[in-house]
């Protein structure tokens, strides 16, 4: 079946340090890619998204490629800041008209000032 | 535009009760899915509505069910409450138009069962 794959956290990091939050995904069809984000006590918003391969979403600083040959869509942003603290999941979908999201596990980024 | 939002925010009930969540999708979206976040199983989907019909489906039992109403609106419920249905209830709301589209979020309902 379809999975999401996301490096363990937490991951903890000084204000300013450079980001990367490996994912990597496994799929029957052709997906489309996403990371969102969850602030405490908040549900999830949209972050940035990718359609097809080598396309790059980005948003608020931060990046991610759609890298089809390696199955990969790592998030990275080079300078982050405290409130930048939340977690992370990234996730697809295969369905036509995406209503069945697959979601990795998250991972949990604290940064300190 | 007013994002999606979730009735109640939380809830205490007790094993063997049942439970009903509410969530009102972004005004235009006819497509409701529900997820269900754990610490241990993180976001699972539950299901889909569309157009008052059930689209899609999740591995959960038959204990979950939901409906939709004509205006989108959307209810989740569950019955003969288990300790391990303590989570958080996600709804999320589609126009269902485009290919893969995104899905947007409501603030969940945290639900606890002792």
């Known amino acids: 079946g379809d999975s999401v794959t996301q490096m363990e956290g937490p991951v903890t990091l000084s204000e300013e340090a450079f980001l990367t939050i490996n994912c990597t995904y496994t799929?029957?069809?052709?997906?489309?890619l996403f990371w969102y984000v969850q602030y405490p006590g908040e549900g999830l918003q949209l972050l940035l998204k990718?359609?097809?391969?080598?396309d790059k979403g980005s948003n608020k600083g931060f990046e991610a490629t759609y890298r089809k040959e390696t199955t990969s869509f790592h998030l990275e942003k080079g300078s982050v800041q405290v409130s930048d603290s939340a977690v992370y999941f990234c996730?697809?979908?295969?369905?036509?008209?995406?209503?069945?999201?697959?979601f990795g596990p998250g991972t949990r980024l604290s940064v300190l000032p | 535009k007013a994002g999606v939002t979730q009735t109640p925010r939380y809830l205490i009930k007790t094993r063997g009760q049942q439970v009903t969540l509410s969530c009102s999708p972004i005004s235009g979206h006819r497509s409701v899915s529900w997820y269900q976040q754990t610490p241990g199983q993180g976001l699972q989907f539950l299901f889909e509505?569309?157009?008052?019909?059930?689209?899609n489906k999740g591995n959960f039992p038959g204990r979950f069910s939901g409906r939709q109403f004509s205006n989108s609106r959307s209810e989740m419920n569950v019955s003969t409450l288990e300790l391990g249905d303590s989570a958080l209830y996600l709804c999320?709301?589609?126009?269902?138009?485009?290919?893969?589209?995104?899905?947007?979020f409501g603030p969940g309902t945290r639900l606890l069962v002792l």
């Open positions: 799929a029957t069809g052709y997906p489309s």
């Open positions: 996730a697809l979908t295969v369905d036509n008209y995406g209503q069945n999201f697959v």
């Open positions: 999320a709301s589609s126009t269902r138009l485009e290919y893969q589209e995104t899905q947007y």
């Open positions: 990718a359609t097809k391969a080598d």
């Open positions: 509505y569309f157009s008052e019909t059930q689209r």
